[in-house]
């Protein structure tokens, strides 16, 4: 059996909703580009408008069980759902190292749920190029809902900004309140702030929290709401959800829904014309021994590194000045 | 007085301790790679052989009062200090937001202590150019120590190992044990375990720090001592910056140190080359109408983003092709 009809084999099985095949072509497609391409071009007309949910915070807001909380409450409802892991803490991780965190994995087992963890970072920044290929194939296995969590601690966070369409920013009492959403530009981004954990405290955080918006002029006709959670008890799910609801009803009505979805497309592409263009050059120039030369002489001060690099540089910014 | 002059009397002032005069020179070279390169060149000469720290940990732990102690420990002591902190939410940047984390400004008014915060990424992911730029400046002073601060919670955080001779990871009990250590490839690159808030307990953490440490095979010829701070009252200072002078000693008698040297400039002249062909390759092509088109043909499902994106590269992949 050659590679294209193994393809054809998995992806019938895949369309009548077999989580292995599913979670085969996930690992073909992350381990070759070339079988990623060809499955993005066989699935093309399986869409289902998955609607796509981001979730973000600092390690220890207890964005896992949340999220847990909310598949669980989804499942319930007679949802498909699709959980992507980008936060290298996460236990749905392999690197769950104590025992007490593998309860978590419970709701992998629930026919409805499928999770994957990938690397937290794609070579050029920002969400790596398997989130976006595992999304496109849980919309066209036919997921209601696709979680994408992400631990949100520095700028390049704000990049799920590019994937989902509701962003929701998990916080807890206590942490340092401002330190949780302070210059990260998450708050600009989020269009529903949790208070997790909210049995601890919470009542500054929401004041604070509420100062916060205040100071950002959104026109964008939303006002995010404050929902107060207690993810372990399942407490504020509901509450969650209606919140998850009433701002997709906004986006839909509004037509930003749509926007988005082009807006997204269009960076996509942008991104992997320029890391494809990137890798291309890279693998085209080898320049092993004047990097060792440059090396050296930067050691000894001989050279600054500038210099040095601009030396190396010189004769293929002449020849790229040549293309097209 | 033409550009260069005006570089000349900076840098004049600089060699001899203006604090004035090192901020200006930073923020040109932030602001012009043009001038980063004048600058990098005219101070080839003036290395002192900074000893440079790594400091990283999950926000929360308290690292920004960890290093408001130890500068004040090292400036008693009479060394020079150099701050550059990477990481967002740190007290020293411009987001500071609670009047309470504006004391931790202090020892910025100490003759000794130069403290600068960047933003968080370069272009390429990593550590941005500013922090290289600003370490090789503060070399130029005279700084006998220079501290990198990093949020610790991404794979990419590792990249401080390209920079700093000894890494301080700092973790508090209480934050998910595992959880700040776990995955992120940090355990493996640190030289010293911090407990900071070890008023809070730590004495489980500590158990499942060594734990941790038992299952890496180190070739290192140094197992991270782990050392219990109080950071907000000062405690356990001394014995950090004791554990911080063995690791020193340790490099420098192993030869680890020459040749860490060796390995940043080497790593840094790769990223280098890497980011200026790329930044070259982008200004030339401008593809908008080519990108517009394939986001509709994606959007309508008529092409899939992978064939949208390879017919418009393949011409310039024809191009490069021919080059060289």
């Not at 407490?235 to 701002?247: K, Y």
């Not at 690099?309 to 790229?320: A, H, N």
């Amino acid at each position: 059996m050659n590679q294209a009809d193994n393809i054809d084999t998995l992806i019938s099985h895949f369309l009548e909703h077999d989580k292995k095949a599913l979670a085969r072509l996930i690992t073909l497609a992350e381990n070759d580009p070339e079988i990623a391409r060809i499955i993005s071009s066989k699935l093309r007309n399986h869409s289902h408008n998955s609607y796509i949910l981001g979730l973000t915070g600092s390690p220890g807001t207890g964005k896992s069980t949340l999220i847990n909380k909310l598949v669980e409450f989804l499942s319930d409802k007679g949802f498909k759902i699709g959980v992507i892991s980008v936060d290298p803490t996460s236990p749905y991780g392999e690197g769950a190292f104590l025992g007490d965190r593998v309860r978590m994995r419970e709701i992998i087992l629930e026919p409805n749920v499928f999770i994957r963890s990938v690397a937290s970072r794609g070579s050029l920044g920002g969400l790596s190029k398997a989130v976006f290929d595992i999304a496109k194939l849980y919309d066209a296995y036919g997921m209601d809902y696709i979680i994408v969590e992400t631990v949100g601690a520095g700028q390049s966070e704000i990049d799920i900004y590019n994937l989902a369409y509701t962003i929701i920013l998990v916080t807890v009492p206590g942490l340092g309140d401002s330190v949780q959403v302070q210059k990260a530009g998450i708050l600009e981004i989020a269009d529903i702030l949790v208070i997790n954990k909210s049995d601890l405290g919470g009542d500054f955080l929401k004041i604070n929290l509420n100062m916060m918006l205040e100071s950002y002029t959104r026109e964008r006709g939303w006002r995010p709401p404050i929902i107060r959670t207690i993810a372990k008890e399942g407490e504020g799910i509901t509450e969650l959800f209606q919140a998850i609801q009433d701002h997709r009803e906004h986006v839909e009505r509004s037509g930003q829904l749509n926007e988005m979805k082009r807006t997204h497309i269009q960076k996509r592409i942008q991104v992997l014309i320029e890391s494809l263009l990137f890798k291309q050059i890279i693998q085209k120039i080898s320049m092993t021994n004047e990097i060792n030369k440059a090396t050296e002489n930067v050691l000894s001060e001989s050279q600054d590194i500038y210099s040095a690099v601009y030396e190396i540089l010189k004769p293929f910014f002449d020849k790229i000045e040549k293309i097209q």
